[in-house]
Nanobody, 126 residues
Framework: QVQVAESGGGLVQAGGSLRLSCTAS????????MAWFRQAPGKEREGVSC????????YYADSVKGRFTISRDNAKNTLYLQMNSLKLEDTTIYYC???????????????????WGRGTQVTVSS
């Protein structure tokens, strides 16, 4: 059984930083592209960033480019999202997901991700 779990969310002031972590078990983590998504209540799910299975290729949504950094440690089955210069509009629930197909590049099409965590809340205050 595949289990994905996010951690690291919390309350931070605007301009501050947080690092989210995501662990995955029950699958060969190092074979799968991974991604971070976010979704506020009543709003559409938004792709934040993705990373290839090897970690060599990354992609960011324009809204977070230059502020967020995605990385992975395949030896630890862990995905990270370093979030700097946080803005009020970054407040929402962040989800980690593993792509359905192994290897290849990631993307921000949530329909191609089969395994999801329950999310972690990030709240940015003024």
């Amino acid at each position: 059984q595949v289990q994905v779990a996010e951690s690291g969310g919390g309350l931070v002031q605007a301009g501050g930083s947080l690092r989210l972590s995501c662990t995955a078990s029950g699958l060969s983590f190092g074979r799968y592209p991974m991604a971070w998504f976010r979704q506020a209540p009543g709003k559409e799910r938004e792709g934040v960033s993705c990373i290839s299975w090897s970690g060599r290729n990354t992609y960011y949504a324009d809204s977070v480019k230059g502020r967020f950094t995605i990385s992975r440690d395949n030896a630890k089955n862990t995905l990270y999202l370093q979030m700097n210069s946080l803005k009020l509009e970054d407040t929402t629930i962040y989800y980690c997901a593993a792509k359905s197909a192994a290897y290849g590049l990631g993307n921000l099409n949530f329909a191609e991700y089969n395994y999801w965590g329950r999310g972690t809340q990030v709240t940015v205050s003024s």
